[in-house]
Structures are given as structure tokens and as C-alpha cells.
């Protein structure tokens, strides 16, 4: 008998590392990558039911160790893809592994939770981005397939999956790190929520507050901070989560929304004598971006730089504005006529939370300068409260540093 060596093995689609996950979890991962010797990361896409069709349903394209790009994949993460379940019980034969859970909790993905289960394999959580979506809508009446597929998965299975957890039949996480003061705030305020989570009934048997990843890339940063740019983060109308939702978005409604914006961010430029640069989420394509910005040079990958560099920075939906909100940089919220519901919904979350403008990129073409500069600036200080609910809890430790330490005395 030998003592088998620990492992974390992060548990998840390569899909996700293809469309950024390493770049977007950069500064957590490399405090991982600095702490043990080694990080396997391992494919769930054959370990689901039904693999083939469970692509299908997630738009992903069957993926090797080779057949991708791993930005900012630490040195020592090493990819391992089972063919089928055998290989992934013969994988561990040699090792015990602390499984990184980072899959759906969808009805495809449950078969994974099966096996975490059938291995006695404990498992954890990082949600540590300092973020809280709103709820998905479906938005689209012609596509009952999707809606149906849709709400099966998010709303039933993720319920369901707890319930399981419940039984014992899956696993549940030892400990989630999380970001969200309010989500915490909620389980406390609500009496079933609080006896839940006393007897260890909610998905997570502990739920730990951490300093979010934003927080610590702006703790860690030694970027030189300037007003350089306009900076405006853009969103894909046909990305896989909205076509999952809606379908495919038809090609007038998406001219017509960039010839708005476009000419939108145009105005601001020569208001505000300031170059326009146009940043997009790491999964994004920038091919499908540059087609429709003909003026502006669009990055992937720098979003974070050029936010430092940034007089003003003007968003839809996206989770990079925290690092614009913690650097106290002038924000402006964009709403387009030519987006779905869904998106709209979206695109008004962070304006609410945080407390900064919404502008309609067709309606408030003729804004009057100044007034926009006034508010823009006096909204600076709504952002303390938001900061204080998702992004710092212990200005003395970054969170990355005290996920490593949990994990360790945790696991190791």
C-alpha cells in the first residue's frame, strides 16, 4: 500500500479555458500555480451524459489537449481529456485529487457529479469575480426548444442538484469562496435560507468571503494610471449564452445596433477630444467585432490596461467595469433599441446596482456635454457602497492568497 500524492484537478469544459476562463481567473490561478507543484485540469465534455448532444446544446466543439488557445495557463497546469468515464477512474488510480469544481450544475453535468461521488472525491468553488447576474429571461417565442432546454437545465436541474446533494447521491462543495456580501446577507435575513445553510443543506457546506479577483489585479497592478482613452467594452449579439436564449439575432437588427453605436461613440470622441479603443471579453472573436467598428482599433486580452488608461469607460453588460468602478474611473452605461429583451435587462443591472447613467445609444444621441461630464464625476462616489458589497472585505490579505491558504489547511 502507497500514499496515493494530492492534486487539485479542476474539473471543466476546455470549452471555457478556449474562451478565456485562465485570463478572466488570471490572478487566482497564478497564486495556485505559485503554491503546488502541480494543477491538473481536466475535460468534463466526454464525462456527461449523452456527450455528443450535450455539445450540440452547448455550442462547443469537441476539444483536445492541442486544438486550443490556453492564454495564461500557468506553466504547471497539465490538461488531461478522458475518452469516457474508465479513463478518468484509471487517471486516478495513482493520485487523489481535490476536484476545482467549475461545471454546470445542468442535467449533461450531473453524470460528472455522479463520478466526483462514486471517488469519494472532495470538492470546492471559486466565485470570486465580484459579480451578480440578474436572471435570464427568455425572450423569443419561436424557439420552444431552447426555452425548453433553457429552463430544464437552470432552473430544475440547479435545484434538483442540490436536493440530490441532500441525499447524498452527489457531492456537495466543502467550501465556495465567494465575493458577494449581499448574497451572504440574504441566506442570514431569510430564517429557511439560514437553517439551511446551519445544517448543511444548501449546495456549499461553507460559504467564504473573499476579496474578489478585480480587487486583487487592482491591489496587485503596477499599471500607471492616466486619461488617455475612451474605452468602451463591447458585447457579442450572438453569443452562446443569448443564442441559446433567443437564436441566432438577425444581421439588420446587429447592423443597425453598431451603426448606432458606432456613430454614438464617434460623438464622445470628438466631445470629448479623446480616441475611442474598444475591448472584448476573451471568448469574443475580434474579426466579428472589427467588422463593425471600421474606426476603432478593438483588443482582446488588454481590457484591464487600457481601463487604467481610460478617461471615461462606456459598457452593455459586462463584469470588467468593477475594475473601472474601483479604479473610480467616469462610467456610462449603454442601451441599444436593437437588442433583445434579455440584453437590455442585462445591460441596466450594473447602472442600478452601482449607480451610474444609462445612456440609449440612439435616444440620448444629443446629450448636453457638460451635464454629462457633471454626473459622470459626481456618480464616482455611489461606488464605495457597491465596492464594500462585492469586491473588498480585508484590505490587508489579496483573496487569492487567502483561497491558497484555506485550500491547503483544508485539503492538504
Known amino acids: 500500500y502507497f500514499m496515493k500524492k494530492k492534486y487539485i484537478a479542476i474539473i471543466c469544459s476546455f470549452y471555457s479555458i478556449d474562451k478565456g476562463y485562465f485570463y478572466v481567473q488570471r490572478s487566482t490561478f497564478k497564486k495556485i500555480s505559485e503554491s503546488f507543484d502541480k494543477v491538473y485540469v481536466v475535460n468534463c465534455q466526454n464525462l456527461r451524459f449523452f456527450p455528443t448532444f450535450a455539445k450540440k446544446v452547448y455550442m462547443e466543439k469537441d476539444y483536445n489537449e492541442t486544438n486550443f488557445e490556453k492564454v495564461n495557463m500557468p506553466k504547471n497546469f497539465v490538461l488531461f481529456n478522458p475518452k469516457n468515464s474508465n479513463d478518468f477512474s484509471n487517471f486516478l488510480k495513482d493520485k487523489e485529487i481535490i476536484v476545482m469544481n467549475h461545471i454546470n450544475k445542468h442535467f449533461f453535468d450531473l453524470k460528472v457529479q455522479f463520478l466526483i461521488k462514486k471517488h469519494k472525491l472532495k470538492q470546492f468553488q471559486i466565485s470570486n469575480l465580484g459579480k451578480e447576474g440578474g436572471a435570464s429571461e427568455i425572450t423569443s417565442k419561436n424557439h420552444f426548444f431552447k426555452s425548453f432546454i433553457y429552463f430544464f437545465n437552470q432552473k430544475l436541474f440547479n435545484k434538483l442538484t442540490v436536493i440530490l446533494s441532500n441525499l447524498g447521491l452527489v457531492p456537495k462543495l466543502e467550501i465556495r469562496f465567494f465575493s458577494n456580501l449581499k448574497h451572504l446577507e440574504s441566506i442570514k435575513k ?126 452593455f453588460d459586462s463584469s470588467a467595469v468593477t475594475e473601472a468602478i474601483l479604479l473610480k474611473k467616469k462610467l456610462l452605461g449603454l442601451d441599444s433599441d436593437f437588442m433583445s429583451k434579455n440584453e437590455r435587462y442585462h445591460t441596466s443591472i450594473y447602472p442600478k446596482r452601482v449607480g451610474y447613467l444609462l445612456y440609449n445609444t440612439r435616444h440620448n444621441y444629443n446629450y448636453n456635454k457638460n451635464e454629462l461630464l457633471r454626473e459622470m464625476n459626481n456618480n464616482i462616489s455611489n461606488y464605495e457602497k457597491f465596492i464594500s458589497k462585492y469586491h473588498c472585505f480585508d484590505t490587508s490579505k489579496s483573496g487569492s492568497q487567502v483561497i491558497v491558504d484555506e485550500i491547503k489547511e483544508k485539503f492538504f
Open 190 to 315: 431569510s430564517k429557511l435560507k439560514s437553517f439551511l445553510y446551519k445544517k448543511q443543506l444548501l449546495w456549499a457546506k461553507e460559504i467564504k468571503l473573499v476579496n474578489s479577483m478585480a480587487y486583487d489585479i487592482f491591489l496587485e497592478n503596477k499599471l500607471k494610471i492616466s486619461e488617455d482613452y475612451i474605452v468602451h467594452l463591447d458585447a457579442g449579439l450572438n453569443n452562446r449564452h443569448e443564442i441559446a436564449l433567443r437564436g441566432e439575432w438577425p444581421k439588420e437588427k446587429v447592423e443597425q445596433h453598431y451603426y448606432y453605436l458606432e456613430k454614438f461613440l464617434k460623438k464622445l470622441s470628438k466631445d470629448f477630444n479623446k480616441k475611442v479603443i474598444v475591448t472584448i471579453h476573451p471568448g469574443y472573436n475580434i474579426e466579428d467585432h472589427q467588422t463593425f467598428f471600421k474606426d476603432f482599433q478593438i483588443y482582446k486580452y488588454r481590457t484591464t490596461e487600457f481601463i487604467f488608461k481610460s478617461f471615461m469607460v462606456t459598457a
